[in-house]
Each structure stands twice: as C-alpha cells, then as structure tokens.
C-alpha cells in the first residue's frame, strides 16, 4: 500500500504550499501521504507505521529559478516518487505536470517565465509505502485509499504546481 502523493508548489514566493496527501489505511497498517511543497523546499515523503517493511516517500525536488539576463525561464522541481512510479517531471516554463494515479507519487512544480529572478515551485512529497504481512488473515479489514493533494497556483511571473497521485492498496494471496 502507499499513501497519497501531495501537490506541487506553484512558482515565485507568493505561490501558496501544495496540498497534503492523505494516508491510505489497512488493517493495522498506515502509509502516510506526502507533505505539500513550499516554493523553497520539496515536500517531505510519508512515513509508515503498523506495517511488516516499511520505506518513506521520496522528497520533492527543487525547482530552478529564472536567471539574469532575464532570458531562461525557470523548471518547476519533480515530485517525490515511492517505488510504484508515477512521479511527475519539472516543466520549463509552464504548468506543473501531474503524478500518475494510484501511484502515490508527488507532483511537480510550476515553472516560472523568463522574468529574471523568478523562482520556479517545488514537487510535493511522495506516500509512504508499506507491505503487510498477515499470516492469519481474518474475514474483513477495515481499509481507506489516501487521496493526492492539489497543486497550488502560481504567484506573478510563474504558473502553478501539479496535483499528487492517489494512493494504493494491492491485496495478494499465497499458498
């Protein structure tokens, strides 16, 4: 299972943090969701507990400002990923990209225009991602799939960050 990805920053520092992932549950086990990103610092990863092996989500990455002369425009920072996949890329110059769902993976950064001094956003942090072991499985468990958190909109010069991917639950038998 993993837990929601959270939502990438928009650029420039008046863009807001993104939204938070929220965690997935089963049974005992909780996959947290990732933490939204400020325009400064990528969203931290999820984190696990109740579950047999446990692994925290990926950080978001940070994106690249406008430089001077004021002819480059900035790359939103990639979102954070967990091992399922489905973190969404940086785009130059545009709006970020959103993170594949049911991954958990955290989305991208907004990118800025070429106005020197820009600051591109920050990618969202990825779900936590836990495996569970139940070698004497009841009738029914208690479950709750996290969902992405939102992108936020991006400040002057700069477009707004993508939205996290939702969680994941995947049950197997084994005889």
């Known amino acids: 299972m993993c837990g929601g990805g959270a939502g990438g920053s928009g650029g420039n520092t008046t863009a807001a943090a993104g939204g938070n992932g929220t965690a997935t ?6 996959a947290g969701g990732g933490q939204g990103a400020t325009f400064t ?5 999820g984190t696990v507990t109740g579950c047999t092996i446990s ?3 990926g950080s978001g990455f940070v994106g690249m400002a406008s430089l001077q002369p004021a002819t480059v425009a900035g790359t939103g920072g990639n979102g954070g990923d967990n091992g399922f996949g489905g ?3 940086g785009v130059y110059g545009g709006i970020g990209n959103n993170a594949v ?6 989305g991208a950064g907004g990118g800025s225009t070429n106005t020197a001094n820009t600051i591109a956003g920050t990618g969202g942090g990825a779900g936590g991602r836990g495996l569970l072991y139940i070698n004497n499985p009841a009738a ?7 969902g992405g958190g939102t992108g936020t ?3 002057t010069n700069a477009f707004a960050g993508g939205n996290g991917g939702s ?5 197997m038998e084994y005889y």
């Not at 549950?25 to 909780?30: L, S």
């Not at 969680?167 to 049950?171: A, E, L, N, P, T």
């Open 167 to 171: 969680g994941r639950i995947i049950v």
């Open 140 to 146: 029914t468990y208690a479950y709750s799939v996290g």
């Open 25 to 30: 549950t089963f049974g005992p086990g909780t």
């Open 101 to 106: 769902a049911n991954s958990g993976a955290g």
């Open 55 to 57: 692994y925290t989500g």
């Open 87 to 89: 973190n969404a890329s």
């Open 41 to 45: 610092n990528g969203g931290a990863g």
């Open 153 to 155: 909109a991006g400040g």
